[in-house]
């Protein structure tokens, strides 16, 4: 728990940045904030008693001591040296002054330690979210299928608040409030020190019973961000499925899923808050209680003689007040423990490491000159049934390699790693006789584009998807490769041409559309190797016809390609055709080759030549 909290500390580097300067606002405003309540003495035994001693000349200060003599004498003093003679009226002005400004000090140093810990919060939140966003994205792919997208999103945004109030506390629990504390105490002690031990000992009363309502709060706020993490992951599937949802009319369905979670999160929530809520009731009712005690046993000190009338009205507004910091630092003591559970789930994202990294030693790949190798592949998710068992060919620079075979041969995981996207868990695949291994993957990547079935686009325009793989492209290059890719006749006809937005996933185009930008994006980018995983399997007859003609200028001239296909009619001209079944090699050669041996292949074609 400990060790959780320090390396959550170290988002608010450098931590001395903030602290200094909140050490420092934190003290002059506990000072001036006690002195505040401390002059409710001269004030009031200037109106009501008339033998109080506010009226002495006093030419030198004494040597500084910690009791309310020495601040008669300290006012007497500044009162000799302002005005001539003695006046009430004047002894209240002066009063009033000192009161105003001790306010305004007070809470200008409130103010000013207040945004310190603000510009704390707003910078340490930041980096955090920088670092989760980090650590998600360099994630394999493998990690996302394990994971509800509404957890990482969760931890992303609900745990990361938590955590930064969890730090950002840490300068409260540390200074402001235990500066008041002491400052109230010093102040009671110098009115009058028999009731300030008299009154102390009330005070552990309420941090033991708040306290206990403390203890009871981790584990609740654990269960119900986990709640929160379901509740966020059954949002996005609704809004992501909701065609789907609507056309097999199971709305009831989605919305008995959703509000049975967020209920169980709302009773958590409940939970929680009425836990939180109690303290402080709790703590203000405690501490009317020991004010009662207390007028008891500082009404018999006044009646004595022991204590003033003033003073004793000042020490009981300044007993009702050291409530408040000592509630307020129980309860941030709770914070930090919701901060260090929402930290362990955070760093449960920060610390997971991927399977897929550099090699310290690891070079780029400069330029893709002789061909591709798969060696004895073999892979497996998890270490379950082994998805590639035992896969060997090499595709040569400038060749078109098509992968084929019944759906969940394993014919996409191929593809897949060969941009690293995962890597074998036995064999090698080889660029240049050089394992991918030894290459760093954003070289590996440099060199490749992959179009896929299901096209992925952003919420942006239609320039900014095309452009994704080439920074600083030109306004002319990106229009080229519409051109190419057969997506400058519908772009022009859309309301802001290049600049139109094209809303969450592409939503407002076809799917013909969709996948033409895509196509765009990857000329755009001008790979050495291409991957085409079934990218015109989802379409109708006319945007088929419209991609394909986009594929074959894409695939045209001195490019090396892998074309997984559905539709056999897209792959006749491959340079070599694989027919992959159960994770092997069933069959391999050209389209012709294939047909004479009258295997698997031929029946693919034979199926789909009599749909």
Not at 185 to 194: P, Q, V
Not at 543 to 552: G, I, P, R, Y
Request: aromatic residues 10%.
């Amino acid at each position: 728990m400990f060790k959780t909290y320090i390396r959550l500390l170290g988002f608010s580097r450098p931590l001395s940045r903030y602290a200094i300067p909140y050490f420092i606002y934190s003290l002059l405003y506990a000072l001036f904030n006690s002195l505040t309540f401390l002059l409710i003495i001269p004030i009031l035994n200037t109106m009501f008693d008339a033998n109080n001693t506010l009226n002495q000349y006093v030419e030198t200060l004494p040597p500084f001591e910690l009791n309310k003599e020495y601040l008669t004498t300290l006012f007497n003093y500044a009162y000799s040296h302002i005005f001539d003679q003695y006046n009430p009226r004047n002894v209240l002005i002066l009063l009033a002054s000192v009161t105003i400004a001790t306010s305004f000090l007070s809470n200008l140093f409130r103010y000013l330690g207040s945004w310190t810990v603000e510009s704390m919060r707003t910078r340490t939140l930041q980096r955090m979210r920088d670092e989760m966003f980090t650590r998600v994205v360099d994630m394999n792919v493998g990690y996302f299928s394990d994971q509800r997208k509404g957890d990482i999103i969760s931890k992303i945004t609900s745990d990361v608040g938590v955590v930064q109030f969890c730090i950002t506390n840490t300068l409260q629990v540390a200074f402001r409030e235990p500066f008041l504390i002491i400052g109230y105490l010093a102040m009671m002690i110098a009115i009058s020190w028999e009731l300030a031990i008299f009154s102390v000992l009330f005070l552990p009363i309420v941090a033991l019973l708040i306290g206990s309502i403390v203890k009871r709060l981790r584990h609740p706020a654990r269960t119900s961000q986990k709640r929160l993490g379901e509740m966020v992951s059954t949002l996005d599937e609704s809004l992501s499925g909701i065609k789907v949802i609507k056309s097999y009319n199971a709305i009831d369905y989605i919305k008995k899923k959703y509000f049975d979670i967020n209920a169980d999160l709302s009773r958590l929530t409940l939970s929680m808050a009425r836990r939180q809520q109690l303290a402080s009731p709790m703590s203000e009712f405690l501490g009317i209680t020991a004010v009662g005690v207390v007028l008891v046993f500082g009404g018999s000190l006044v009646m004595n003689g022991s204590l003033d009338a003033g003073g004793f009205i000042a020490f009981i507004a300044m007993f009702s007040q050291i409530t408040r910091p000592v509630r307020t630092f129980i309860d941030q003591f709770a914070t930090i423990n919701q901060g260090i559970a929402a930290g362990e789930r955070i760093f449960s994202i920060i610390d997971t490491v991927s399977e897929i990294q550099d090699k310290p030693d690891a070079v780029e790949l400069k330029e893709f000159k002789d061909k591709i190798e798969f060696r004895d592949v073999h892979f497996s998710y998890d270490g379950s049934r082994e998805v590639i068992d035992g896969i060997s060919f090499e595709i040569k620079r400038g060749q078109t390699i098509a992968l084929v075979g019944p759906s969940g041969g394993g014919k996409s995981t191929l593809s897949e790693l060969l941009p690293r996207f995962y890597d074998p868990t036995a064999g090698d695949i080889r660029i240049d006789g050089i394992s991918l291994r030894d290459y760093t993957q954003e070289s590996i990547r440099a060199h490749m584009s992959v179009v896929s079935q299901d096209t992925v686009l952003f919420n942006d325009t239609i320039a900014a998807n095309i452009s994704m793989g080439k920074s600083g492209a030109t306004q002319e290059e990106i229009a080229a490769a519409a051109r190419i890719a057969n997506a400058d006749t519908f772009i022009a006809e859309c309301p802001d041409g290049y600049e139109t937005g094209i809303g969450d996933h592409g939503s407002k185009l076809s799917g013909g559309q969709r996948q033409r930008l895509s196509i765009a994006r990857a000329v755009l980018k001008n790979p050495d190797i291409l991957i085409l995983d079934e990218a015109t399997s989802a379409l109708d007859t006319e945007s088929e016809k419209l991609v394909q003609d986009a594929l074959n200028k894409l695939l045209a001239g001195n490019r090396t390609s892998v074309v997984i296909a559905h539709r056999l009619s897209t792959i006749y001209n491959a340079d070599k055709i694989i027919v992959i079944d159960h994770g092997k090699i069933a069959e391999q050669g050209t389209h012709t080759e294939l047909l004479a041996k009258n295997g698997i292949y031929a029946k693919l074609i034979e199926m789909q030549s009599f749909d």
